[in-house]
């Protein structure tokens, strides 16, 4: 069976022939705000869980109360071509991005890597009169193992999202009269060390220590609650989720539901909502209808997203849905029974509310092979964009690039490199790129590798957005 590795050594390898591959995108039930500039006024009082359940009832999710808005988005039947990626305008991400770069603050100059963080931990003077509250230590599950076959951007398993506007003091001691030791700026990610008590600001006395280089140089202070989150990598929940969906394979050959652009008919409506209320879209979906009868009530099944057929009654295919509680009678034009997923070998877990993701390998003996962790961006939920949609769905389709529209027009604005569509029109890509014109005509400005904003808050259209390399 042919196969992609999804990153090497900042390679995205292109095969020729036909590929079976596998993409589980597994993201919580609790999305973060997402902001321009600065952080929400009210700071979460600790890591929310992106990988845990959302509540149950009765066997299926909790209906939840959806924006009350059409989907008048610019859409196109032309191939490559997809709707605006953007949630929020991409020249504010390229200057916070300029900012960064001015200051020397990216990620790959200022973050240090699980490595550096341990042999820190072994040399770690006693914290002294300082009361610590919580101790940062998340570790790689002993079950799987660390083979990174990209690491451009390693950062620690912990960290602090800066989320203070502009530039803000690290200080050598939880006071607010404390020296600076160092500075850090919106979107910046610095090593993660302890959850401590101190010096009161506002109606909170809980300070961070933090780590970033400055100069190459390590250095490590304090820095209020008020100018930062604190984010982790859950790779237990992201094992649990690459294990279920193992299991779930193991018990038997798996299809999808495909719908890319309603190229097998328009779902039935639900009012004048784009999505149910479950949050998921109606276009690119399929009824799943509780009963083998098109006057029953449903909900949307979308594009991508994993299921088992359990067998057919007339029309309809009873299906069950990983993702989902329950089982669900789905029209037989919206499943292709001979396109299967019979082997797992590639699987991404996306972690919405932190932002971040990591790739596993899995071998035919059961062995988990860590070969990428990295930041990631998900889709914010506005007027014209969408969340990323939640469950496990299949990598339907790979291109080198795909093309944007103009919110509003069917005129293209950019594009994206090295897409692989999961969902409909949704893909994990890289940095997109806005054309620009000259003399009337729109040039290609080249590819854009870095964007400051990738790991801070959901900014896409509904993509989950990469480094390019």
């Given at each position: 069976m042919n196969r992609m590795i999804l990153c090497g050594k900042g390679v995205f390898y292109m095969l020729k022939k036909t590929i079976a591959l596998f993409l589980s995108i597994l993201i919580a039930f609790t999305a973060a705000c997402a902001v321009r500039r600065s952080e929400p006024k009210e700071q979460p009082s600790k890591v929310q869980n992106e990988l845990e359940k959302p509540e149950r009832k009765e066997g299926r999710e909790q209906p939840k109360e959806q924006p009350k808005r059409e989907d008048k988005l610019s859409k196109s039947d032309q191939e490559a071509v997809e709707e605006n990626i953007n949630g929020l305008d991409l020249e504010e991400d390229l200057e916070i991005t300029n900012e960064a770069e001015a200051g020397q603050m990216i990620q790959s100059r200022v973050g240090l890597t699980p490595i550096e963080v341990e042999k820190m931990s072994r040399q770690e003077a006693v914290t002294g009169s300082v009361t610590v509250l919580q101790e940062f230590r998340t570790k790689v599950p002993d079950e799987?193992?660390?083979?990174?076959?990209?690491?451009?951007?390693?950062?620690?398993?912990?960290?602090?999202?800066?989320?203070?506007?502009g530039k803000v003091d690290i200080l050598d001691k939880p006071l607010k009269s404390a020296s600076a030791v160092c500075q850090g700026m919106n979107g910046e990610k610095l090593t993660l060390h302890q959850k401590v008590s101190g010096e009161a600001i506002g109606d909170s006395n809980i300070w961070y220590k933090v780590s970033c280089k400055d100069n190459g140089e390590v250095k490590t202070g304090y820095i209020h609650s008020s100018n930062g989150v604190p984010r982790?990598?859950?790779?237990?929940?992201?094992?649990?989720?690459?294990?279920?969906?193992?299991?779930?394979?193991?018990?038997?050959?798996?299809?999808?539901?495909?719908?890319?652009?309603?190229?097998?008919?328009?779902?039935?409506?639900?009012?004048?909502?784009?999505?149910?209320?479950?949050?998921?879209?109606?276009?690119?979906?399929?009824?799943?209808?509780?009963?083998?009868d098109t006057g029953s009530d449903f909900r949307y099944l979308p594009d991508g997203i994993l299921l088992r057929i359990l067998d057919e009654s007339g029309d309809f295919y009873r299906v069950k849905v990983p993702s989902f509680e329950g089982e669900y009678y789905v029209p037989k034009k919206y499943i292709d029974p001979e396109d299967t997923l019979d082997t797992?070998?590639?699987?991404?877990?996306?972690?919405?509310?932190?932002?971040?993701?990591?790739?596993?390998?899995?071998?035919?003996?059961?062995?988990?092979?860590?070969?990428?962790?990295t930041l990631a961006t998900t889709g914010l939920q506005g007027?014209?964009?969408?969340?990323t949609p939640l469950g496990y769905y299949k990598?339907?389709?790979?291109?080198?690039?795909?093309?944007?529209?103009?919110?509003?027009s069917s005129e293209i604005a950019g594009y994206a490199p090295w897409a692989i569509r999961f969902t409909g029109g949704a893909y994990v890509h890289g940095?997109?790129?806005?054309?620009?014109?000259?003399?009337?005509?729109?040039?290609?400005?080249?590819?854009?590798?870095?964007?400051?904003?990738?790991?801070?808050?959901?900014?896409?259209?509904?993509?989950?957005?990469?480094?390019?390399s």
């Open positions: 799987i193992q660390v083979d990174l076959q990209y690491d451009k951007y390693l950062l620690s398993y912990d960290y602090l999202l800066v989320t203070a506007e982790k990598f859950q790779f237990d929940k992201m094992l649990e989720a690459v294990r279920k969906l193992e299991r779930e394979v193991k018990a038997g050959d798996l299809n999808f539901i495909s719908n890319y652009k309603n190229a097998n008919g328009a779902p039935p409506s639900k009012g004048d909502r784009a999505t149910d209320e479950y949050g998921y879209r109606i276009y690119q979906s399929a009824p799943g209808y509780e009963k083998a797992l070998s590639h699987v991404i877990v996306v972690d919405r509310s932190q932002q971040n993701q990591a790739t596993f390998e899995l071998s035919p003996q059961g062995d988990v092979r860590m070969i990428s962790y007027d014209l964009s969408f969340a990598a339907i389709e790979k291109k080198e690039r795909f093309q944007y529209l103009k919110d509003g940095v997109p790129v806005a054309y620009e014109e000259e003399d009337g005509k729109q040039v290609d400005p080249g590819p854009i590798e870095y964007l400051h904003t990738i790991g801070t808050f959901p900014r896409s259209h509904m993509c989950v957005r990469n480094y390019t």
